[in-house]
């Protein structure tokens, strides 16, 4: 037991400290451009909001090579890992294309969109440095599950952490103009992100051929060839994960449109509360991905006693998670409005949705975790069918009825995210536990 729980962690919190330092450049950014423009942050509100969706669907179709890389790793077939990182390189390109075509449609109906005309020369440019660094957010998530389902968690992390740093700098001395630099503001800020997601992408390119670390799974890349049989595979697995991940963003996103309908003060501690959240998220889903590299090693080994072992002992450190970051938040949820802005309503409504925002942390643990799991034995497909359901059949429509037809208001949407996750985390674990089931003895 004591083994599981400390290979779990040592996967784990190195990719859970790279999520953090995506969420601390989150913040800096926002502080740094908020400082130099609110017009400029609105503009970047919107932006950002736009791409989030395209990053998280992407990064999900990624995720479709862990189980992939983790069980060939399991069965020590080094070479073939690295025939399967190739072609997974090559269809996250031709995802890469697919996004940027989607988004340059969305950047050609921005006049339309209904925005303030004083946000359309903020948001054009931003936008377009965004886009172009779209390819690199998909190579990057390749070489990433890649080093995650061999195990060697800590070179991502890494990579992420200088990479965020580097942005941090960057946007200091672009937005502000410092060091010789022109003041550039929120293009200054895309420039900088533009540019550390391709020195990221190079750190690890040259990591892998030109450093011995990955010697052995460099011959197989080289002798490797795309092919249809793995191009199926990953598409197999990595388009039911991206929707599923895509699904359960837009319930969020459609339910801030609702919240946006009550007014400006509950859009805005909607805005706080999920910076708040994805704090509690992005720990989970670090941990999460720890859980299912794990059992897709124990997959490819034909271990199924391991496989539900680590599923279970997963949970309960992502539960610990749950204590760790659900304490502090409620002894401090009078005060954490107050973190964010001077404006008292906005801080007592942020208290008031504490409330169904813990109660929802248990529902998010589990589908994390149990999402995670059936990603590590190869079993995506129902997952699209079980978020469609949990989100767009029951989270939305009851956002809707809790917030407006029973008068419920903020809290009441808030209060319908406890059932769509904890329903998805439900159907997750049942399919969970009807395909890792031991065959009943015939003796």
């Not at 895309?190 to 450093?211: Q, Y």
Request: glycine fraction near 10%.
């Amino acid at each position: 037991m004591k083994q599981h729980y400390r290979t779990l962690l040592s996967l784990g919190i190195p990719i859970v400290i790279g999520q953090i330092g995506v969420i601390i450049l989150g913040f800096a950014d926002t502080l740094m451009i908020g400082h130099h423009s609110t017009t400029e942050l609105a503009a970047a509100s919107f932006v950002n909001n736009m791409f989030n969706l395209a990053i998280i669907f992407s990064t999900g179709f990624s995720y479709g090579l862990t189980p992939i890389v983790g069980s060939l790793f399991g069965r020590g077939q080094r070479s073939e890992v690295g025939w399967a990182l190739k072609n997974s390189l090559a269809a996250n390109s031709l995802l890469a294309i697919l996004v940027c075509g989607a988004m340059a449609g969305v950047y050609a109906s921005i006049p339309h969109m209904g925005q303030p005309e004083e946000l359309i020369p903020y948001i054009q440019p931003y936008f377009l440095i965004l886009l172009a660094s779209i390819p690199f957010v998909l190579w990057f998530n390749g070489f990433k599950q890649f080093a995650d389902g061999i195990t060697d968690t800590k070179i991502p992390m890494w990579i992420l952490l200088c990479g965020n740093v580097l942005n941090i700098i960057g946007n200091y001395v672009l937005i502000y103009g410092k060091m010789g630099f022109p003041e550039l503001g929120l293009s200054g800020a895309g420039i900088s992100t533009l540019f550390s997601r391709i020195l990221m992408v190079i750190a690890f390119i040259v990591l892998f051929f030109m450093t011995d670390r990955y010697k052995e799974y460099r011959q197989g890349f080289s002798r490797g060839k795309v092919n249809k049989a793995e191009f199926v595979q990953l598409n197999k697995l990595g388009w039911p994960i991206a929707g599923q991940m895509g699904m359960e963003t837009a319930s969020f996103s459609l339910s801030a449109i609702m919240i946006g309908w009550l007014g400006s003060m509950e859009l805005a501690s909607y805005q706080i509360m999920m910076a708040v959240s994805q704090v509690c998220f992005m720990m989970y889903y670090g941990m999460g991905a720890a859980v299912s590299v794990r059992i897709s090693n124990f997959h490819g080994q034909g271990d199924m006693e391991n496989v539900r072992r680590t599923a279970r002992y997963g949970f309960h450190i992502i539960l610990v998670m749950l204590l760790m970051t659900g304490i502090p938040i409620f002894l401090l949820r009078n005060h954490i409005g107050g973190w964010f802005t001077d404006n008292d309503t906005v801080s007592a409504m942020v208290a008031s949705v504490i409330y169904p925002f813990l109660f929802y942390q248990f529902g998010d643990a589990l589908q994390i975790n149990f999402a995670n799991s059936l990603r590590g034995i190869a079993d995506v497909k129902p997952m699209l069918l079980y978020a469609f359901i949990a989100y767009f059949v029951i989270s939305l429509p009851a956002g809707y009825i809790f917030g407006f037809v029973l008068d419920g208001g903020l809290t009441g949407v808030w209060m319908a995210f406890p059932f769509g996750l904890t329903s998805a985390g439900v159907m997750y674990w049942l399919r969970f536990r009807k395909k890792t089931r031991p065959f009943p003895s015939k003796n």
